[in-house]
């Protein structure tokens, strides 16, 4: 496996269910992050981690859940969930530094759709 | 969050035509980066610019900075359909988070 890999790619719950995310990169970097990408809307930064810290979260609502175990997994965990929260749900990675120009290797998404 | 409008924000064109995509902010940026989406997978980074009036080419396409680091361009010369995509633009901004703020996006798609 190479890059960012997420699991599942398409995820279908009812608003009661507890699911998780989950994301793995291979590329040695030490920051990962989790976006949101809806319809007719920019991508939404949700939370980061730098080093295995939280460093950014975004005012998400508490029904999301980040979880950063080592610097190579991130999980997003989901629990009584809205169906205006259905979307694509990006994971990315860099390799973060004073320098700035932070470039961020995506994985291919999860697809959520809530019921 | 600093906004980043893009436009236009659907373009649909012929094989063979040219075009350009906007992306403009009231706020300046360090860097900017510009992004293709294709249907199914996530963003892939196709450029990184950071000097204010920087042109930057890639093949058929050529990306700008602006001088007052706040907007961009990308001008695709001649598209061909695997041009076709979301295109987005991303500003890093210049607190020490370093984080990016996505532009609204513009999504292309070249008529064979």
């Known amino acids: 496996e190479t890059g960012v890999t997420q699991t599942p790619r398409h995820l279908v719950m009812g608003m009661t269910n507890k699911k998780s995310l989950k994301c793995e990169q291979h590329?040695?970097?030490?920051?990962m992050y989790w976006y949101k990408q809806s319809a007719k809307k920019p991508l939404e930064l949700m939370f980061v981690?730098?080093?295995?810290?939280?460093?950014e979260n975004n005012s998400v609502p508490s029904r999301f859940s980040p979880e950063c175990p080592n610097s190579s997994h991130l999980f997003l965990h989901l629990h009584t969930l809205q169906p205006e929260d259905s979307a694509l749900y990006l994971c990315?990675?860099?390799?973060?530094?004073?320098?700035?120009?932070?470039?961020?290797?995506f994985g291919a998404g999860s697809r959520l759709t809530v019921l | 969050t600093q906004l980043l409008e893009q436009s236009p924000q659907f373009l649909s064109i012929q094989e063979g035509e040219n075009l350009t995509v906007y992306c403009n902010s009231s706020?300046?940026?360090?860097?900017l980066q510009w992004y293709r989406q294709e249907p199914g997978e996530g963003p892939v980074l196709l450029v990184t610019?950071?000097?204010?009036?920087e042109v930057k080419k890639l093949k058929r396409l050529t990306f700008q900075f602006g001088d007052a680091r706040k907007d961009s361009s990308l001008h695709i010369t001649a598209a061909q359909p695997g041009d076709t995509g979301l295109y987005l633009c991303?500003?890093?901004?210049?607190?020490?988070?370093?984080?990016?703020?996505f532009g609204t996006g513009t999504r292309l798609t070249v008529i064979p």
């Open positions: 706020s300046v940026f360090s860097s």
């Open positions: 610019v950071v000097t204010g009036g």
């Open positions: 981690y730098n080093f295995k810290e939280q460093t």
């Open positions: 990315a990675s860099s390799q973060a530094g004073p320098s700035g120009a932070n470039v961020l290797t």
């Open positions: 590329l040695g970097h030490n920051a």
């Open positions: 991303a500003g890093v901004d210049r607190t020490g988070a370093n984080n990016l703020f």
